[in-house]
């Protein structure tokens, strides 16, 4: 059973940056899509980024420019780190960051992890 721990996030000033982490890990990790989602106040959930497992990477439109994601693979592939990592951050990216993960043949993000806060001050 695949499992999502987040790390990072906390208070940043508008125009800062912050990196966050998932340690991702299970049997099956390497056939999963890993993924940061966030949710603000009021809003619905979203995508952020995606990375599978060749590395290629998706980034919404809404961070473009503003943020990159990676993925660690560990040496015995069963322990996958994805980093997501923002600049220029603004007020409007405050929000619950979370990662999840998906099957590559399947649409739906079936494991998330139990969220990260993100504040960044204006």
């Known amino acids: 059973q695949l499992q999502l721990i987040e790390s990072g996030g906390g208070l940043a000033q508008a125009g800062g940056s912050t990196r966050l982490s998932c340690s991702a890990s299970?049997?099956?990790?390497?056939?999963?899509?890993l993924a940061w989602h966030r949710q603000a106040p009021g809003k619905e959930r979203e995508l952020v980024a995606a990375?599978?497992?060749?590395?290629?990477?998706?980034?919404?439109?809404s961070m473009k420019g503003r943020a990159t994601i990676s993925r660690d693979i560990s040496s015995d592939a069963v322990r996958h780190t994805v980093y997501l990592q923002m600049y220029s951050l603004k007020p409007e990216d405050t929000a619950v960051y979370y990662c999840?993960?998906?099957?590559?043949?399947?649409?739906?993000?079936?494991?998330w992890g139990p969220g990260t806060q993100v504040t960044v001050s204006s």
């Open positions: 999840a993960a998906k099957p590559r043949s399947s649409d739906t993000y079936d494991t």
């Open positions: 299970g049997r099956r990790v390497s056939a999963y899509v």
């Open positions: 990375i599978d497992t060749s590395l290629r990477s998706y980034i919404a439109d």
